[in-house]
C-alpha cells in the first residue's frame, strides 16, 4: 500500500519557522491534507489540498508539494503551536484507500 | 455550532462486539459522507471506514483489518452514524474517532470536523 513519510520529530524556537515534510512516493493528483492534533484532543484540519486553508486556520500554516514531497510550513511559531501533525492522502488501493503519515511531533523549545 | 459527539466505548473481551454511535448537530446531516479513523494508544491514525450519504447511495468502505469484522450505518433521522465492531481483536483497542468529509468537496475529501473520540479497550 501507498506510504507517507514523516520525520518523527521537528524542534523550533519561537518565532522561527518550522517545517514538516511528508515523502510519498509520486504525489502526482493527490491531494495532501495536513492535520494538527494537541494531547488528549481530536486532530483538526489545518491545510487541505496541498495548500488551502480551512476557515478559521491562521495564516501562518500553509501548505506545498512538489513530486514526491509535500510540505507544511509553519511560520512565527508559537507555543501553542506544539502538537503532533499528520499529513494524508487518498491512494487508488481498495484496501487501504486512506493513508495517514505516521505524525510528525513539533517542539516547540 | 458544528458538532460531533461519539458515544458507546468501553472493556470489552477479545471476539466480543460494540456498537460505537456519533451524533451531528450543527449541519445537514443527511448531506455528509461520514467516516470513523482510529488512534492506538501512543500511535498514530488510523482509517477505518465511511458511509457515503443516502443520497449517494449510503456505499460503505473499510480497511483491510477490518473489513468483515465492521460495519458502519446511519440514521439521518437522529443525525447519527454507527459502528458496529464484531470479533474484537486486542489490536482494536483505541480511540475510535468519527469525522465529516469536507463539504461540498465531490470526492477525495479532508476531514474537516472531528469528535472527541471513543475510547474501546480489548482486553480478556
Known amino acids: 500500500s501507498y506510504v507517507l513519510t514523516q520525520p518523527l520529530s521537528v524542534s523550533v524556537a519561537p518565532g522561527q519557522t518550522a517545517k514538516i515534510t511528508c515523502g510519498g512516493s509520486?504525489?502526482?493528483?493527490?491531494?495532501v491534507h495536513w492535520y494538527q492534533q494537541k494531547p488528549g484532543q481530536a486532530p483538526v484540519l489545518v491545510v487541505f489540498?496541498?495548500?488551502d486553508r480551512p476557515s478559521g486556520i491562521s495564516e501562518r500554516f500553509s501548505g506545498s508539494k512538489s513530486a514526491n514531497t509535500a510540505t507544511l510550513t509553519i511560520s512565527r511559531v508559537e507555543a501553542g503551536d506544539g502538537a503532533d501533525y499528520y499529513c494524508?492522502?487518498?491512494?487508488?488501493?481498495?484496501?487501504?484507500?486512506?493513508?495517514f503519515g505516521g505524525g510528525t511531533k513539533l517542539t516547540v523549545l | 455550532e458544528e458538532r460531533l459527539v461519539e458515544s458507546g466505548g468501553g472493556l470489552v473481551r477479545p471476539g466480543g462486539s460494540l456498537r460505537l454511535s456519533c451524533v451531528a448537530s450543527?449541519?445537514?446531516?443527511?448531506?455528509?459522507?461520514m467516516h470513523w479513523v482510529r488512534q492506538a494508544p501512543g500511535r498514530g491514525l488510523e482509517w477505518v471506514g465511511r458511509i457515503k450519504s443516502k443520497l449517494d447511495g449510503e456505499t460503505t468502505g473499510f480497511a483491510a483489518p477490518v473489513k468483515d469484522r465492521f460495519t458502519i450505518s446511519r440514521d439521518d433521522s437522529q443525525n447519527t452514524v454507527y459502528l458496529e465492531m464484531n470479533n474484537l481483536k486486542n489490536d482494536d483497542s483505541a480511540v475510535y474517532y468519527c469525522?465529516?468529509?469536507?463539504?461540498?468537496?465531490?470526492?477525495?475529501?479532508?476531514?474537516?470536523?472531528w469528535g472527541q473520540g471513543a475510547l474501546v479497550t480489548v482486553s480478556s
Open positions: 469525522a465529516r468529509d469536507l463539504p461540498s468537496c465531490g470526492g477525495e475529501c479532508p476531514f474537516d470536523l
Open positions: 450543527g449541519f445537514i446531516f443527511k448531506n455528509a459522507w
Open positions: 494524508q492522502v487518498w491512494d487508488s488501493n481498495r484496501d487501504y484507500p486512506v493513508i
Open positions: 509520486n504525489f502526482g493528483t493527490k491531494g
Open positions: 489540498e496541498d495548500e
